[in-house]
């Protein structure tokens, strides 16, 4: 079984500066894949970014980055010069490259404040 | 161009009937995938595909049916069974077992 744990039901920033929102999991499996999603007022899922747990190497776009500790099991997500469009539910999952199951946290409501 | 369609985006289903919600997708993903969110809540799996013709049910397919009759296609259809349907459904596509796309999901209530 798998499961994600995000801590922080709710977070604000000021527009242009830099929030961290962060995610625990546990799983069983040696290989998987994370993520994290956008999910905006609209209510459409959108990918923000994916990390391959077999890469040391940190995944980032753009102003998203991530700091992935395999050992620790946390996986958390870096905003950098926040803007107001960034305003959304993030939700961080993994998945189970064994059944292609994806299993999501609760979401961290984030607020950009102008 | 590519993507996700769901329809229709609200529906609303009276006691005792049956709703189909509609799923299509045009990226020639092989797999697709359905699940329910309630609010505030993370999201959770009701059915998925890998190939054509061949579905498994997540964690919480009771009063749900779904059919993969062509690829592009995962109708999911939400029964009379299901005790608390209202909520909002969001449809996923992938290649193979690795990242999922997303619909812009259904909205749907119980009058």
């Known amino acids: 079984a798998q499961t994600v744990t995000q801590s922080q039901p709710e977070m604000s920033v000021q527009e242009a500066e830099t929030v961290t929102l962060s995610c625990t999991y546990d799983?069983?499996?040696?290989?998987?894949?994370l993520f994290w999603y956008k999910q905006p007022p609209s209510r459409q899922m959108i990918l923000v970014i994916r990390?391959?747990?077999?890469?040391?190497q940190n995944a980032t776009e753009n102003r998203f980055s991530v700091n992935f500790q395999k050992a620790a099991k946390s996986f958390s997500l870096k905003i950098s010069d926040s803007q107001l469009g960034d305003t959304a539910m993030y939700f961080c999952?993994?998945?189970?490259?064994?059944?292609?199951?994806?299993?999501f946290g609760q979401g961290t409501i984030l607020t950009v404040h102008p | 161009d590519g993507g996700i369609t769901q329809s229709p985006k609200y529906l609303f289903r009276k006691e005792g009937q049956n709703v189909t919600l509609s799923c299509e997708q045009n990226?020639?993903?092989?797999?697709m995938y359905w699940y329910r969110q309630d609010p505030g809540q993370g999201l959770r799996l009701i059915y998925y595909?890998?190939?054509?013709?061949?579905?498994q049910k997540g964690d919480i397919a009771e009063g749900y049916s779904v059919s993969r009759e062509k690829k592009e296609s995962f109708p999911l259809t939400v029964t009379s069974a299901q005790k608390n349907p209202t909520a909002f459904y969001l449809c996923?596509?992938?290649?193979?077992?690795?990242?999922?796309?997303f619909g812009p999901g259904t909205r749907l209530t119980v009058l």
């Open positions: 996923a596509s992938s290649i193979g077992r690795d990242t999922q796309y």
């Open positions: 999952a993994i998945l189970s490259t064994s059944y292609g199951k994806l299993t």
């Open positions: 990226l020639n993903h092989d797999a």
């Open positions: 595909s890998q190939i054509v013709n061949d579905f």
């Open positions: 799983t069983s499996e040696s290989n998987y894949y």
């Open positions: 990390q391959e747990a077999y890469k040391q």
